[in-house]
């Protein structure tokens, strides 16, 4: 490899590791101030805070626009083992929810640790509760009453006009569809006409939720809202909203999303490993999605405070068809709510219990999502016999690359036949130079004769990647490998960073996973055909691929590496056993003259 191309890949690399530090330098992100009203508690809550709407939020629930709230904000806060729901009288809905298993920000062993209360949740710093109900009929200031009945919590309104809006969460039934859970809760909603006139009550919709982020690791390609129509789901993300010309270029910015056809099923928002799922008892007639700025999450001060950053936040709601209610008529809707990890088998269990439904979409596997159910179900069996996570993934792909053995030989002894081979090759190229169709008819034919394909090479590799990409769409958001140790990295879902020099992360895995794939690069035979000086500039292509994984999850960085150097391994048994020596060939072709 000369000095140009040496000093053209180290370039490239270098600006790749830089990209990210680069923007961030000269685009910062915009602080934006948060206003922090004080609020009042039926049961005590630390900083407890609510910010104030950006000019393009949806408008305070069951208020008229520009009204302001008559009343201090009053929270309710109700447990069980599994989930902390927050209730509050602004909207007559949940605030958010906690779940006190997971921590919202994975720690490394030594690190000093965030406050034990800083917990992962769902619908975080959202400018609406879940569900609150918004339409013209509904104005008013935005206060309910909330009252707790045992296990069922009750927020109540009625409107001027006449409107009595009543809200129910029932939080204590756990088996309420056959499946033993506490990450399930019904709600219920009545609209009634309080009056003496018939009141008409005119499209309507209900709060779902916000899909926010949890902590600044959150992936932020994983934050979006799936809904599901009875055929199909859609994840309807940031890329959508971006609406980027030809898929790359920018476009103009798309702010709302909506669908449907009264075939609304259920609909979800969710990050990264966690959903909060709506599924009505009849399937609601459209949804509606609003890309909104909500505060970033703060880790750093006390809990439940807002961050003065905004970020992106995908507010959800689900809208209903116009009624007339007569005098004391009233109109109900329900609910059955998920509110937890994404676990691929439960979404299972619930989807079919709910006449399969297919709640596990939410599971977001790709393109290969068979491929990814079955390394899935692979990894948490092999887990459950006591192996941990880490070894589990490095089973599984000693297992994929034993199956591919065979292909990956045949591979490696057509390669350097074909480059046995090349120089009768060249002698055909060289003969029919001015005639393309008899060329490839020759070269065809010579290629049948000795029993060598130019495809041969590549098809182990065109058939490892479903595999690649189904562990990586698996591995992005299986909540099991959240917190997963192994070795020093403290977060298979995460890069492995083991500490930073000068701000810049330093992740051992992809470093590894960069040597082995140069290692590899260097035993592999020459691709037939392929200029000397090409052949040694893709020699080194692969540290282009410290890169590409640098910021991938230890998980799927374990596995690209071990599978180097499992065929690293293959190679030299090959080498030993002499499958790689090229068969001896015939003489070139006889070249005739032209007259």
């Known amino acids: 490899m000369d000095r140009k191309s040496i000093i053209i890949l180290a370039a490239a690399v270098g600006l790749y590791f830089l990209l990210t530090?680069?923007?961030?330098?000269?685009?910062?992100?915009?602080?934006?101030p948060v206003a922090l009203p004080s609020t009042t508690h039926l049961e005590p809550e630390a900083n407890n805070v609510r910010p104030a709407a950006p000019p393009s939020a949806a408008p305070e629930p069951g208020a008229a626009p520009g009204a302001e709230p008559s009343a201090t904000e009053q929270i309710l806060t109700v447990s069980n083992a599994d989930l902390i729901w927050r209730f509050t009288s602004r909207g007559g809905g949940i605030k958010d929810v906690d779940l006190?298993?997971?921590?919202?920000?994975?720690?490394?062993?030594?690190?000093?640790?965030?406050?034990?209360?800083?917990?992962?949740?769902?619908?975080?710093?959202?400018?609406?509760?879940?569900?609150a109900v918004m339409g013209r009929e509904l104005e008013g200031d935005g206060d309910f009453a909330l009252s707790r009945h045992g296990d069922t919590i009750r927020a109540e309104k009625t409107l001027r006009n006449g409107l009595r809006v009543v809200k129910e969460f029932d939080i204590g039934s756990n088996n309420l569809i056959e499946v033993t859970t506490n990450y399930l809760f019904k709600a219920r909603l009545w609209l009634t006409n309080t009056s003496s006139q018939p009141l008409a009550v005119t499209n309507y919709t209900v709060v779902v939720g916000t899909a926010t982020?949890?902590?600044?690791?959150?992936?932020?390609t994983a934050l979006g809202v799936f809904w599901y129509n009875g055929a199909k789901?859609?994840?309807?993300?940031?890329?959508?909203?971006?609406?980027?010309?030809?898929?790359?270029?920018?476009?103009?910015?798309?702010?709302?999303?909506?669908?449907?056809?009264s075939n609304v099923v259920w609909t979800a928002i969710h990050n990264q490993f966690f959903a909060l799922a709506a599924m009505p008892a009849n399937p609601a007639q459209e949804v509606i999605i609003d890309k909104i700025r909500v505060p970033a999450p703060d880790l750093s001060g006390p809990t439940n405070a807002m961050?003065?950053?905004?970020?992106?936040?995908?507010?959800?709601?689900?809208?209903?068809?116009?009624?007339?209610?007569q005098p004391h008529q009233s109109v109900r809707q329900e609910f059955l709510f998920y509110a937890g990890p994404k676990d691929?088998?439960?979404?299972?269990?619930?989807?079919?219990?709910?006449?399969?439904?297919?709640?596990?979409?939410?599971?977001?596997?790709?393109?290969?999502?068979?491929?990814s159910k079955l390394l899935l179900l692979s990894m948490n069996w092999l887990h459950a016999t006591g192996l941990p996570y880490g070894l589990t993934i490095i089973v599984i792909t000693v297992i994929i690359k034993g199956a591919f053995w065979p292909l990956t030989n045949a591979s490696t002894k057509s390669q350097k036949r074909?480059?046995?081979?090349?120089?009768?090759?060249?002698?055909?190229?060289?003969?029919?130079?001015?005639?393309?169709?008899?060329r490839n008819e020759k070269t065809m034919e010579f290629y049948k004769q000795h029993k060598v394909s130019p495809l041969g090479s590549c098809l182990p590799t065109l058939l490892q990647l479903p595999v690649f990409m189904g562990f990586y769409w698996m591995l992005r958001g299986a909540i099991e490998l959240r917190g997963a140790h192994f070795l020093w990295a403290f977060d298979l879902s995460q890069p492995d960073?083991?500490?930073?020099?000068?701000?810049?992360p330093i992740n051992p895995w992809p470093l590894i996973m960069g040597a082995t794939q140069l290692w590899q690069s260097h035993m592999m035979p020459p691709s037939p055909g392929m200029d000397p000086g090409q052949q040694k500039l893709m020699r080194w292509v692969p540290l282009l691929m410290i890169g590409f994984f640098y910021r991938m999850s230890a998980g799927l960085t374990i596995y690209w590496t071990v599978s180097n150097l499992l065929s690293i391994l293959q190679l030299r048994l090959t080498k030993m056993t002499g499958a790689t020596t090229p068969e001896p060939v015939a003489a070139p072709l006889p070249m005739k003259k032209k007259r």
């Open 21 to 32: 530090p680069v923007v961030d330098h000269f685009y910062p992100p915009k602080s934006m």
């Open 100 to 131: 006190p298993e997971y921590p919202s920000v994975i720690r490394p062993a030594g690190q000093p640790a965030l406050e034990t209360n800083k917990l992962a949740g769902l619908n975080h710093n959202a400018l609406l509760p879940v569900l």
């Open 213 to 220: 982020a949890i902590g600044p690791l959150d992936d932020p």
């Open 233 to 261: 789901a859609q994840n309807i993300q940031d890329k959508w909203f971006a609406n980027p010309t030809f898929g790359c270029f920018p476009g103009t910015p798309r702010w709302q999303y909506q669908d449907g056809a």
């Open 307 to 325: 961050s003065a950053l905004l970020t992106n936040g995908y507010q959800t709601a689900l809208v209903y068809t116009n009624a007339v209610l």
């Open 344 to 371: 691929y088998n439960l979404l299972a269990l619930i989807g079919e219990a709910m006449g399969n439904n297919r709640l596990n979409l939410i599971m977001d596997f790709g393109v290969f999502g068979v491929v």
């Open 418 to 438: 074909m480059q046995a081979l090349q120089p009768q090759l060249k002698a055909i190229t060289d003969k029919y130079k001015d005639d393309p169709a008899k």
């Open 497 to 504: 960073t083991v500490g930073k020099i000068a701000g810049f």
